[in-house]
């Protein structure tokens, strides 16, 4: 049994005749009759009788007329619960992002989205990116805002913006003022408060210190961003941070850049590859990477 058959059934109860229900679903009588014929047999019983040259349905098929009709309603429920139409979509909607691009770069364009896609059940989850990528693959999260570079094959990523990381140190408190230069030996006895060594960020400063041929003094870690800028504030070391939340006035600290040498990060939004995407990631995906396609 099979819904197509129970839509052929419910129009001939509908029109009580074979001819009639046949126009209507355009099919032949002979389709029609045939439908009637296999879901009688499958169901072991007699639906429709003749008398004369008109049908007349059996008590069976009053009843199953009933369920058919209840059976008809919930798949039209199931399918409009998972239409894939981007302004109707009302399930939850799961986006991942960084606490620093959260805090600074994302604040306007949320407000935005949630203007746009109004019965959208938007959630945010701040983590890392190794955990939103893990989240992305699991399809705990529909999209991610991550940094790059990132080997994951199974995503689809859309590029957003460009971000420094800079070398932060302790000085007296400052009003906001041009970014230093730095030579690479000056940092070479320099104590370091760096992110944990299994992060996407840390990996990049590695990296970096790699290629200055330097071997730093990593005395703490942590995952927070504003954590060890204020740990670089209490005078306990110097950082390397993403500039974005070096921003504002009054921080006990200096921000440096590396003679020569300059390390970015890229930052995309990440979709887990899938044969059929949800039409409301596809759509947030697109607003936000305009809306994050100029600099603050």
């Keep these: 049994m099979d819904i197509r058959q129970i839509e052929v059934f419910l129009s001939v109860m509908q029109y009580s005749s074979v001819t009639r229900a046949a ?8 389709a029609v009759s045939l439908q009637l014929h296999n879901l009688a047999a499958e169901l072991h019983t007699e639906l429709f009788v003749r008398s ?19 059976l008809l309603a919930k798949m039209r429920e199931i399918q409009q619960d998972f239409a894939n139409l981007a302004d109707e979509d009302a399930r939850p909607f799961h986006f991942a992002t960084g606490a620093t691009t959260l805090i600074h770069r994302l604040g306007p364009p949320l407000r935005m989205l949630r203007r746009r896609f109004p019965k959208a059940d938007i959630h945010v989850t701040v983590a890392a990116t190794e955990q939103m990528v893990a989240g992305l693959l699991d399809r705990r999260y529909d999209l991610a805002l991550i940094s790059l570079p990132w080997p994951q094959q199974d995503l689809t990523l859309l590029p957003l913006f460009e ?9 007296k408190p400052t009003a906001a ?11 070479a006895g320099a104590s370091f408060l760096l992110y944990p060594r299994t992060s996407n960020m840390r990996l990049m400063i590695d990296r970096f210190f790699q290629e200055l041929e330097i071997q730093p003094q990593v005395i703490m870690e942590a995952d927070d961003t504003e954590a060890i800028k204020r740990l670089v504030e209490a005078g306990f070391g110097y950082s390397i941070l993403p500039q974005f939340a070096l921003r504002g006035h009054g921080h006990r600290f200096q921000t440096l850049r590396v003679s020569g040498h300059r390390l970015v990060r890229q930052q995309a939004l990440a979709i887990a590859k899938t044969e059929y995407p949800r039409a409301l990631t596809t759509a947030v995906a697109g607003f936000l990477q305009t809306a994050l396609a100029t600099k603050p």
């Design 23 to 30: 126009e209507k679903l355009y099919l032949s009588p002979g």
């Design 177 to 187: 003022s041009a970014i230093l230069a730095v030579r690479p030996h000056e940092l």
């Design 52 to 70: 004369g040259r008109h049908i007349i349905p059996t008590e069976q098929a009053v009843r199953l007329a009933g369920q058919a009709r209840e």
């Design 163 to 171: 971000e420094e990381l800079l070398v932060v140190r302790p000085s």
